[in-house]
């Protein structure tokens, strides 16, 4: 607890600049999802105080996911469809037979974590990891880049490219330039030169500067503008700015809580819904988990099995009180790192904050110009997929920069878990091409003045190495010698002894001489040895 209580001057400002860019994100994908607004902001709630508390992570912050707002949509209308007999756009109230599943779906992450499923996010290769940061990033700034400009039809939350009102990211940037707001551009434009001022390095050297955060200034001056703004020709519009749903009594706020139906139990559309959120839910978890720790400046390592269970018990309670599904959210994450959170007390901070605000000033909050926050985003984005990284990861080699790129187009242009899929096919490829090229150390061609060839097998020699081995064995001309050295070798797939075998007994009509070279004598007994001896019988 005393760690936690010495970075409180670092986490709690963090915390209210995560909160200020959670709310407007947890209100959009509410409506993108088809549900009333209050659903995200428990989702928000519940993320920050619940999970923040639970998690492992230090550094990470959860709440309502974009990836999952589909998910929800599509959920929502059958659920809809099963219960009126027809699917409507309407918004009355969230699904209560979908509140059931996210519940059910909270159980399933949580045994999920027992079972030490944690682990899966292990298997996704850096240069994805990489690939997915910045591919989120240019989508975070391409979709505020309207929001800046003053251009708010498109709703925060949305980060499909074709987005649900047939516009896609870079029509809206179009829109957006062809008929700008002033007010809100001016806005966001001060925003951005404070948030560039304050990294700066002659700033920092300035106390007061590095106490108070760029971020908070730039809202502070955000809400001052529009107070100067109002009643002129440049007044900002409520379109423009956060729009919380305010209660005008205690039993109107509680009324806005909502609760599963648990006669649907036996639903088999509930247990499918159910399945679908937990995977989807603990895969994107898992993604960000593996993200959050490699922009972590401390590299702290996230325990993954307790994460799932942390983000289980979430889902379990947000289902329970109205609220959607959870995650942990690289946005967030982002903004709480960039910000200067250093433990997880700035998530729960988060969460503490938009409880109170939403309930007792919700009228304050909705005063926060949606451009400042763009702002904030804006560089958020900018930094997530900063020109460097490509660089970086272009200098690292064609390999590495394949599923890299791969990764970040699908995600710009369709979405988190096609990016991520796709990447990881193409990473998977290229590590089956290696394979393929490396089994052993040896240059056919340059082995024709004296017809000797020495084959040097690797430590791990699997069946994916077979058409390489094979491919290689037949180039080897008639009348020569091949010593095959597996004296490095720990292990050899039966599949690649089968094809020595058969290359042995083809030697034999073709004038092929084959040595299998063993262990030398002093060291320990060759694991090989029954491969060996079998060969050479």
């Known amino acids: 607890m005393k760690k936690y209580l010495s970075q409180i001057k670092s986490d709690l400002p963090a915390g209210l600049i995560v909160f200020l860019v959670a709310v407007p994100l947890c209100l959009g994908i509410a409506a993108v999802s088809g549900v009333p607004p209050f659903s995200g902001l428990i989702a928000g709630i519940i993320g920050g ?6 998690s492992g992570s230090q550094l990470g912050v959860s709440g309502p996911a974009a990836g999952l707002a589909v998910i929800i949509f599509d959920a929502i209308q059958k659920f809809n469809e099963q219960a009126l007999g027809t699917a409507t756009d309407t918004v009355l109230q969230i699904s209560k037979p979908f509140l059931l599943a996210v519940v059910i779906a909270g159980a399933m992450q949580i045994l999920l974590g027992f079972l030490k499923g ?55 940037i179009l829109n957006a330039f062809g008929n700008p707001d002033f007010g809100a551009a001016v806005i966001a434009a001060i925003g951005l030169i404070i948030l560039i001022l304050w990294q700066q390095n002659f700033m920092q050297r300035i106390k007061i500067f590095t106490i108070i955060q760029g971020p908070l200034v730039a809202i502070l001056a955000g809400i001052a503008l529009v ?67 490699k922009m972590d400046p401390e590299k702290r390592v996230t325990p993954t099995n307790l994460e799932l269970k942390a983000q289980g018990i979430g889902n379990l309670i947000s289902g329970l009180i109205g609220g ?4 942990q959210v690289i946005v967030r994450s982002s903004a709480n790192i960039q910000s200067g959170g250093k433990t997880k007390m700035s998530a729960i901070f988060h969460g503490f904050f938009i409880l109170g605000f939403v309930a007792f000033l919700p009228e304050l909050l909705n005063l926060v110009p949606r451009a400042s926050l763009a702002a904030i985003l804006l560089i958020v984005g900018y930094k997530l997929a900063k020109p460097e990284t490509f660089k970086e990861m272009w200098n690292e080699g064609f390999n590495q920069f394949l599923p890299f790129i791969v990764t970040i187009f699908f995600i710009v242009f369709k979405d988190l878990l096609w990016g991520v899929g796709i990447g990881l096919v193409v990473a998977i490829f290229e590590i089956l091409y290696l394979n393929y090229r490396k089994p052993y150390l040896l240059d056919v061609d340059n082995n024709k003045d004296d017809n000797v060839f020495h084959f040097l097998l690797a430590e791990d020699v699997t069946f994916l190495h077979k058409a390489s081995i094979l491919k290689t064995l037949n180039k080897v001309p008639n009348g ?3 010593k095959i050295d597996g004296t490095k070798s720990i292990s050899i797939h039966p599949d690649v002894r089968e094809i020595i075998r058969d290359f042995k007994i083809h030697a034999e009509y073709s004038d092929i001489s084959v040595e299998i070279v063993r262990m030398k004598e002093g060291k320990q007994p060759d694991p090989l040895a029954e491969f060996d001896d079998a060969l050479d019988s």
């Open 49 to 54: 105080i619940v999970v923040g508390a639970l």
């Open 118 to 172: 944690g682990i899966i996010g292990y298997y996704f290769p850096s240069s994805v990891i990489k690939g997915m940061l910045a591919g989120i990033g240019l989508t975070i700034f391409l979709k505020e880049v309207p929001h800046a400009l003053g251009y708010d039809k498109d709703l925060e939350g949305d980060f499909e490219f074709f987005q649900i009102d047939g516009e896609n990211t870079l029509s809206e």
């Open 227 to 293: 107070f100067a703004f109002k009643g002129g020709s440049h007044e900002m519009i409520s379109e423009h700015l956060v729009s919380v749903p305010v209660a005008k009594s205690a039993g109107e706020f509680f009324g806005l809580f909502t609760f599963p139906d648990f006669s649907a139990i036996t639903s088999p559309l509930v247990w499918k819904t159910a399945v679908v959120i937990a995977i989807v839910a603990s895969l994107e978890t898992l993604l960000c988990v593996e993200a959050t720790d």
């Open 324 to 327: 959607l599904p959870i995650t």
């Open 480 to 482: 020569s010698i091949v």
